[in-house]
């Protein structure tokens, strides 16, 4: 058993739903199997100087292959949750038309590996590899992009639906906004701020049709978004940082969080972008209503906070990850899941995304010694049992990641798994913080009180 930390044992409910995360383009290789249409990473990846290395995801951990080897090591850690991401160029190559049967057979055969296995699906519909079809006519920039989303949902709900009782819609719109059309790391590489917010407002919309395709089935699972939120603090104690701060939240988490559950773009960031600005001029009578349909989850990711200065810059303030991008932080996860709740009221939470990356090598006895995860994802479950003591809904906990993958720009250099890919051999090793996953898991179940004699608070304990 895990021996008790300083802060004594942690009790989560014993229905918490222990998971882990991935997506499609990050792991599944098999680009051209099965019909499977192009995907923008697939160009991106290939432009000499995008990624490190010049990896793409051709192979990655050949997951489309080894998928039962992975479903049966889910079960070995006790997984209850499985967070995954459909591509939407293996059901649509071109992003539009018919479903391609043997795309949907594959999420058939997962999704009832699954269910075998006692693991419950959450199916993420977009996680970045937008159909190359849809990017030569003009992406997410066109505003029908939205509605042929929709229409893949509707294909995808329809084969699938009853299978599967948590849908997500779209993985972090804004990374596409700021990494895609901002800043240009991620596909299209776009560098046009103007785009971005139109980007920004056509994905928000495109979430909200994808929602109202799911009522119009008449199907009782649950969809929300999945956002990646960050608290942004003042850099220092001044009126000019705590504004500088304040816009920047505006950026960062309340575009997205206001237009979905306010109905409301946030007024200072309309401000900011100016009335002349495409995405203010993109937006038609009815899109917020579109975009506010009420969700029945919303899933938080979490990764690092933001310092911002007086003058709207940004600087470190805690050790950061082998990325650099990352700072340690882990009361973050507790000030960002209080504040959602705080602000938006009682949405049912889900952790889709926390983790780092690590330096990971597999030692001469075969064993991977990942112990900085292993204090990470501690330090960050107790904030968000804290949270959760705080009165904060929060259902379920998902790992970044599942396994070792393509990290976008940074390829295979950073490794994020709880399992460990030897990608020569793609064989499967499991990490310490792996280990210590599946113990903190089968804590939670065994120290589930015996029927009759309920805990304290009716629920399971948990030792860290
Ligand atoms: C998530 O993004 C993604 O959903 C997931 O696919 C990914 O593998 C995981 O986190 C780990 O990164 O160096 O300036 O280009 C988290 C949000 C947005 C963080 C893009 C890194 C890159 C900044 N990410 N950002 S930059």
Redesign the pocket.
Known sequence: SIPTGPAGPLRFPDNFGWGAAT?AY?IEGAAKEDGRGESVWDTFSRVPGRTRNGDTGDVAADHYHRYAEDLDLMRDLGLRSYRFSISWPRIQPDGTGAPNQRGLDFYRRLIDGLHDRGISPMATLF?WDLPQALQDAEGWESRDTAYRFADYADAVFRALGDRVPAWLTI??PK?VVQ?GYL?G?HAPGRQDPDAAYLVAHHLQLAHGLAVDALRATGSDSRIGPAL?LHPCYPAEDSPQAAAAARLYDGYENRLYLDSLLKGSYPADVLADLGPRSRMVQGIRDGDLAIISAPIDLLAV?Y?TPIYVTADGGTEHRWATSE?E?QQIYPEGMYDILTRVTRDYGPIPLTIT?NGLPTPDTMGPDGTVDDAGRIAFLRDHLAAAHRAMAAGVPLESFHV??LLDNF???EGYDQR?GLVYVDYPSQRRVLKKSATWYRSVIADAASERPPPGQPGPDGSASVSR
Do not use: D, F, L, R
Request: glycine fraction near 0%.
């Open positions: 997506s990050q996680h993985n972090e990374t990494n800043i790391h990646n990711q990764y990325a991008w995304e970044w990641s990290e976008w720009a994020w």
